[in-house]
T-cell receptor, first 114, second 113 residues
Framework: NAGVTQTPKFRILKIGQSMTLQCAQDMNHNYMYWYRQDPGMGLKLIYYSVGAGITDKGEVPNGYNVSRSTTEDFPLRLELAAPSQTSVYFCASRDRGRRNTEAFFGQGTRLTVV | TQLLEQSPQFLSIQEGENLTVYCNSS?????LQWYRQEPGEGPVLLVTVVTGGEVKKLKRLTFQFGDARKDSSLHITAAQPGDTGLYLCAGALDSGSARQLTFGSGTQLTVLP
């Protein structure tokens, strides 16, 4: 079972470059999330989506953009990479309908901006 | 400012000891979850608590949701090296969008053999 798949697993960017982090889920979940995690810390919410065509900002959206054209895919775009965006990025999805549903996570993308 | 504050941030104990991790907020949550994360992996759900005062047990782990649904605790009895990991609490707010899942600052637990 695939669950939540993130690509790439690792990436090094130069300052000012752009890239898209891919996230796909095969569980037909409506809710999807992007988090960033700095070393030894918790997860900070960047953006989330409650369904195709609907996205909302989280705690730390500056410097990022998202789109949700299908239920399965939720890519995260970095337009002008900065060293402050060096982090591990996690995509997650969960079912809607009940507030206490389990979030399933991808394995993360480790991004370094130099 | 973190919506969910966890304490302690780091905890290193000997095998066999007991420990408690706390998750606190000034906001009311419709539910709180506890996740465990191992290096190089995404978090994995341990438990969900939804009712104020609720206590759930998972083998040597005991989870409690505060009466006012603003805080939670995780107690581990007789810790083992396999319990080592980053423990995260996560909550869905009671007001506004319950769809936004917010995580705490994390507790890094190391259990030494």
């Amino acid at each position: 079972n695939a669950g939540v798949t993130q690509t790439p697993k690792f990436r090094i960017l130069k300052i000012g470059q752009s890239m898209t982090l891919q996230c796909a889920q095969d569980m037909n979940h409506n809710y999807m999330y992007w988090y960033r995690q700095d070393p030894g810390m918790g997860l900070k919410l960047i953006y989330y989506s409650v369904g195709a065509g609907i996205t909302d900002k989280g705690e730390v959206p500056n410097g990022y953009n998202v789109s949700r054209s299908t239920t399965e895919d939720f890519p995260l775009r970095l337009e002008l990479a900065a060293p402050s965006q060096t982090s591990v990025y996690f995509c997650a999805s969960r079912d809607r309908g009940r507030r206490n549903t389990e979030a399933f996570f991808g394995q993360g993308t480790r991004l370094t901006v130099v | 400012t973190q919506l969910l504050e966890q304490s302690p941030q780091f905890l290193s104990i000997q095998e066999g000891e007991n420990l408690t991790v706390y998750c606190n907020s000034s906001s009311v949550f419709s539910s709180l979850q506890w996740y465990r994360q191992e290096p190089g992996e995404g978090p994995v759900l341990l438990v969900t608590v939804v009712t104020g005062g609720e206590v759930k047990k998972l083998k040597r782990l005991t989870f409690q949701f505060g009466d006012a649904r603003k805080d939670s605790s995780l107690h581990i009895t007789a810790a083992q090296p396999g319990d080592t990991g980053l423990y995260l609490c996560a909550g869905a707010l009671d007001s506004g969008s319950a769809r936004q899942l917010t995580f705490g600052s994390g507790t890094q637990l190391t259990v030494l053999p």
